[in-house]
T-cell receptor, first 110, second 115 residues
Framework: KQEVTQIPAALSVPEGENLVLNCSFT??????LQWFRQDPGKGLTSLLL?????REQTSGRLNASLDKSSGRSTLYIAASQPGDSATYLC?????????FGEGTQLTVNP | NAGVTQTPKFQVLKTGQSMTLQCAQD?????MSWYRQDPGMGLRLIHY???????DQGEVPNGYNVSRSTTEDFPLRLLSAAPSQTSVYFC??????????????FGPGTRLTVT
């Protein structure tokens, strides 16, 4: 059974800081890994998708990496802003299922 | 394209009532799935479908039924609502499985309260 873990569970940083969110998974036989953002009381917004054959993906200030053999992914956020405050979820698709981590709650303080 | 749509957005049920949460997508996706999100538990897979006429159980299927009669629609039925089913429900879809494209698109969610 695939298990996904995200560390840390919560993170508070001052505005402008670069930060890294971590995601690990137990079964490396994945099709892809997807990072989502969720604002309080809202739905999921897809940020980045990394296919199993890829090492990283970038979108603006976000960069996600994937090391499938070690079962790890990181989401790097450059020059953080208060608007980045949200919960960040990683999810892996393996077999026929998407498995989520419990998320990292990020607070960026002005 | 409307993407993935869910109705209703909010629902209050009494224990023992039944209802259907609707999910539809207009992207010709083969794969559709239902999740529930609870505080401290993350998102958990309830049921999924890899195509019309094919469904399978996820991690937490008890108390829920699904069917997939068309590619577009994947309704989730609560047979006899219980307070433990109070949650936020999300539907998702993707092209997979035969395409190898598994990027998931999520609906806006349904917030269900069972009293």
């Amino acid at each position: 059974k695939q298990e996904v873990t995200q560390i840390p569970a919560a993170l508070s940083v001052p505005e402008g800081e670069n930060l890294v969110l971590n995601c690990s998974f137990t079964d490396s036989a994945i099709y892809n890994l997807q990072w989502f953002r969720q604002d309080p009381g809202k739905g999921l917004t897809s940020l980045l998708l990394i296919q199993s054959s890829q090492r990283e993906q970038t979108s603006g200030r976000l960069n996600a990496s994937l090391d499938k053999s070690s079962g790890r992914s990181t989401l790097y956020i450059a020059a953080s802003q208060p608007g980045d405050s949200a919960t960040y979820l990683c999810a892996v698709f393996s077999g026929s299922r998407l498995t989520f981590g419990e998320g990292t709650q990020l607070t960026v303080n002005p | 394209n409307a993407g993935v749509t869910q109705t209703p957005k909010f629902q209050v049920l009494k224990t023992g009532q039944s209802m259907t949460l609707q999910c539809a997508q207009d992207m010709n996706h083969e794969y559709m799935s239902w999740y529930r999100q609870d505080p401290g538990m993350g998102l958990r897979l309830i049921h999924y479908s890899v195509g019309a006429g094919i469904t399978d159980q996820g991690e937490v299927p008890n108390g829920y039924n699904v069917s997939r009669s068309t590619t577009e629609d994947f309704p989730l039925r609560l047979l006899s609502a219980a307070p433990s089913q109070t949650s936020v429900y999300f539907c998702a879809s993707s092209y997979g499985p035969g395409t190898g494209i598994h990027e998931q698109y999520f609906g806006p969610g349904t917030r269900l309260t069972v009293t």
